[in-house]
Nanobody, 124 residues
Framework: LQLAEYGGGSVQPGGSLRLSCTAT?????????TAWFRQAPGKEREGISC????????KYADSVKGRFTISRNNSENTVYLQMNNLQTEDTAIYYC?????????????????WGQGTPVTVSS
């Protein structure tokens, strides 16, 4: 499964961005758990949200709960991450990744298909 992320950019604090993760080859994303991770300079990769296959059950890290929303459009074979009220600490490279089965704890080591990442910068 090949993944491509889109939608990163620069915004001011309090702004919004919507990231997209599209499967460019392989099976549809509805067959996989798809998660968003981010990695800021000097920090470990952090799982921030995940959507399970079929049921679409969603999970969020506490750091983004209430501000970010993950969703999936099966007809577009795309998973979205709507990010609202962005803060400077949200600055990072954002990656999407997939694995079989449910999201569970969505640990990076469990995911085996990754996109190339898209940068998000939040600054005034």
């Amino acid at each position: 499964l090949q993944l491509a992320e889109y939608g990163g950019g620069s915004v001011q604090p309090g702004g919004s961005l919507r990231l997209s993760c599209t499967a460019t080859s392989g099976s549809g994303l509805n067959f996989y758990a798809t998660a968003w991770f981010r990695q800021a300079p000097g920090k470990e990769r952090e799982g921030i949200s995940c959507i399970s296959p079929f049921s679409g059950t969603t999970k969020y890290a506490d750091s983004v709960k209430g501000r970010f929303t993950i969703s999936r459009n099966n007809s577009e074979n795309t998973v979205y991450l709507q990010m609202n009220n962005l803060q400077t600490e949200d600055t990072a490279i954002y990656y999407c990744a997939t694995k079989g089965g449910p999201c569970s704890a969505f640990v990076a080591a469990d995911f085996y298909s990754w996109g190339q990442g898209t940068p998000v910068t939040v600054s005034s």
